[in-house]
């Protein structure tokens, strides 16, 4: 791998770490404040809000510009959505703020993949990212745990500077305000990250011209026959992975009877589970073979249904394991597939802002539906089991689909894996 692989690793770590960390802080914040249930579990619809409606501007932006002052300016929006936070807007609100700094984000961290490494090594290079994320992730939920629980919120309250009020007087306050300074280090490392050399895109005179591009886009890999299974996975596997961390939280609570820093415990297992099987998939998967993965998401669909039965956290803990291994062997080659039709297509930052869009779609919709239902007076057993029948469901759907490809266009499909199988030995 090229040098600056490990810099947009160590930045990609770092951002996401806060990002994890942030949600449970404002999760408890919410908490504290005595919010409802449903406004917990409407801060996934809320991040993912930007992630929809910025979708056909932020492609064309990371396309238009050096992508590590993309990601750079893309922290900086994030620090400004948890000092919104800290001076008393909405949680709800600010946390949108930050997801807009994410929306921003993606496009730029994913696509400077495929400029800076070639075709070959883009499964390996999604295998690290991935992996790298889920670490992220776990380290992330356990450090949001544990910055608002009694005795590292205990620690951070008890600094006191003369003469001056910060106003910071709540431990998940205190938790948001060390996550500002991760956010801040995030973006020295994307002043690092250096320049590809590859030929920017400028945007048009008339930014609103970008819509219809957008959609000129989004509708040219939903008629690829293969970028429309591979994108119909990874957006049906990150709407539910979207909403299931939050899930999660509300399921420990109910069955295990946990506390938010005793959850966020768990979410963090299932992330290892998920970055022991991207690991895996990046070593063993090659992009011709990736929709060979896709019996796994009903597996995992069926997994999530089974979370109901457990009621011990010594049986949850191998099982959640379980449930997120199959989810990272399932979206590693997809999400690779799906960067090389895209690419191929219409451009990396442009074909991220798609994958973004629909899977960022998926994610406000579940979530709006399960803070809706939840807003009824839904069980978290019954929202787990609702997740579990649409994951199955679905995979098995896009499955059946990509079977009728194979028999309908026969000839388009085997020439794109050629493409594919091509690419990945030359590149």
């Known amino acids: 791998m090229k040098r600056g692989f490990y810099t947009i690793m160590a930045a990609q770590f770092f951002s996401s770490l806060a990002d994890n960390a942030l949600f449970v802080a404002a999760v408890e914040l919410i908490r504290a404040a005595g919010g409802a249930e449903w406004q917990r579990a409407a801060l996934v619809p ?3 809000l930007f992630y929809v409606v910025l979708a056909p501007f932020v492609g064309a932006f990371a396309d238009a510009r050096p992508k590590g002052r993309v990601m750079f300016f893309s922290n900086a929006i994030k620090v400004v959505g948890c000092v919104m936070m800290l001076a008393g807007l909405h949680p709800l609100l600010a ?14 961290k994913y696509g400077i993949l495929t400029e800076l490494l070639p075709t070959s090594q883009l499964v390996k290079a999604n295998g690290w990212i991935e992996g790298l994320t889920i670490a992220s992730i776990i380290l992330g939920v356990l450090l949001g745990g544990q910055l608002v629980g009694h005795k590292v919120s205990g620690i951070l309250l008890s600094f006191d500077f ?16 060390v996550l500002v300074f991760i956010y801040a280090l995030a973006a020295w490392f994307n002043t690092r990250i250096p320049l590809t050399g590859v030929a920017m895109r400028p945007m048009p005179a008339q930014k609103f011209e970008l819509l219809s591009d957008f959609w000129q ?36 609570a109910a069955a295990l009877g946990y506390s938010t820093t005793q959850a966020s415990s768990l979410v963090g297992v299932v992330a290892i589970g998920t970055a022991v099987g991207a690991v895996m998939a990046s070593m063993r998967m090659r992009l011709d073979q990736a929709t060979s993965v896709m019996p796994m998401g009903i597996a995992m669909g069926l997994l999530v249904i089974a979370m109901n039965f457990i009621h011990n956290v010594w ?8 449930l997120g291994g199959l989810g990272g062997f399932l979206v590693v080659p997809m999400n690779a597939l799906l960067q090389h039709r895209g690419h191929n297509l219409m451009g990396a930052g442009r074909s991220i802002a798609v994958q973004n869009f629909n899977e960022q779609a998926c994610i406000l ?35 059946r689909w990509h079977r009728r490809n194979c028999v309908v266009h026969r000839d388009e ?6 493409i594919a199988r091509n690419d990945n030995l030359h590149g």
């Open 162 to 177: 003369p003469l001056i009020d910060t106003g910071i007087d709540t431990p998940p306050e205190a938790a948001i305000t």
């Open 413 to 418: 499909v085997e020439h794109l894996l050629a």
């Open 95 to 108: 946390y949108a703020i930050v997801g807009l700094g994410a929306a921003a984000y993606s496009p730029a």
């Open 217 to 252: 886009c989004n509708n040219r890999l939903w008629r690829d026959k293969l970028g429309q299974i591979s994108l119909a996975t990874t957006t049906l596997f990150w709407g539910v992975s979207g909403n299931l961390r939050y899930i999660i939280l509300a399921w420990s």
């Open 365 to 399: 919709g579940l979530g709006a539906f399960y803070s809706f239902s939840t807003g009824l007076g839904l069980s978290a057993f019954g929202a787990i089991t609702v997740f579990g029948i649409v994951v199955a469901g679905m995979m098995w759907l896009i499955q």
């Open 46 to 48: 809320m991040f993912a």
């Open 315 to 322: 049986v949850a803990a191998p099982f959640l394991i379980l």
